[in-house]
């Protein structure tokens, strides 16, 4: 049954959020102006207080690592790419949740700060990623030890992150996690069309001129940037949470059906009428909580599936 904070939830992001979106196109001022007032809305984020978040550097990136003072797997690490569209977002507005993980996994979780568009098309964030999982590596975290997960954005970043690795021969991480990914930039999709008026946050106008920001000079169809063109093949096991009015459901049923193609497990959720990230709003929505709860279970599993047999 669909909680009364959904509806709250959505009514505001509706009222508020897609309004506003749906008024200004991403002009550079406009990308600017929003990424001030994530800024300062992120400044009323709240974490456990057992969690300390310090300012870190991963590869060649800025980043904020939400740790435990006394870890029970200090050796394992999350890394986590934030979504806003390759245009807006950083570490600070992403506090709550990544400190709220770390608590659940007693381990740190890493939020990269990667380089945004337009002054960074790609593949500034996909190289930003690449750095950053290669300084996990580094720093003595095993591929095993290692889970990537990224919400929206940070969905398709994380794909893509996991295809190139693949191409290079590279070990690939434990797991991934995608909340709501968005997994086809280019063309459109049945629910982006049926779900316009329905989902709660993304005008598919502005979903169009981010892509084509981040895009530069390269094609939106591009299997590099739509990541659902591209193989799954031999992918780390695969976690998606959704929601069921959102315009890129589509685009998780077709992360999944193309991992189940390519026999890489993937539990995908939908979750129905939660908005876009749901989980993001867990201390409003109890949907939210149990998607994170999920999410840190899926995780710690899979760890525990690396360790090999006799561990645990």
Known sequence: MTSLATYGVNAF???????????????????????????????????PGSVSITAQTLGTQPAERAALGAQELPHHAVLYLHGG???????AVY???????????????YTLDYRLAPEHPYPAALDDAYAAYQALRDAGHAPGQIAIMGDSAGGNLTVALLQRLRAEGLPLPASAVLLSPWGQLGGSSPSRRAHARKEAMLPTDRLEEAARAYA??????????SVIYGSLEAFPPLMIH????????????ALAAAAH????????????KQPHVFPAFFE???????????????????WLKAAGPGVG
């Not at 569209?85 to 570490?91: E, K, M, T, W």
């Not at 193609?261 to 129905?272: F, I």
């Open 13 to 47: 992001l509706r009222l508020v959020v897609k309004r506003s979106l749906s008024k200004h196109a991403l002009t550079p001022e406009r990308v600017a102006a929003q990424r001030a007032q994530l800024e300062r809305a992120s400044a009323r984020g709240r974490w």
């Open 85 to 91: 569209g390759y245009l807006v977002g950083s570490p």
């Open 95 to 109: 506090r709550p949740l990544a400190g709220t993980l770390a608590a659940r996994l007693s381990a740190p979780v």
């Open 216 to 225: 530069g000079e390269v094609p939106l169809e591009d299997p590099r940037l």
């Open 242 to 253: 959704v929601g069921s009015e959102e315009v890129l459901l589509d685009d998780s049923q």
């Open 261 to 272: 193609s390519a026999g890489v497990p993937c539990d995908l959720t939908v979750w129905k």
């Open 284 to 302: 409003l929505l109890p949907e939210g909580r149990a998607a994170l709860e999920a999410c840190a279970a899926f995780i710690l599993r899979q």
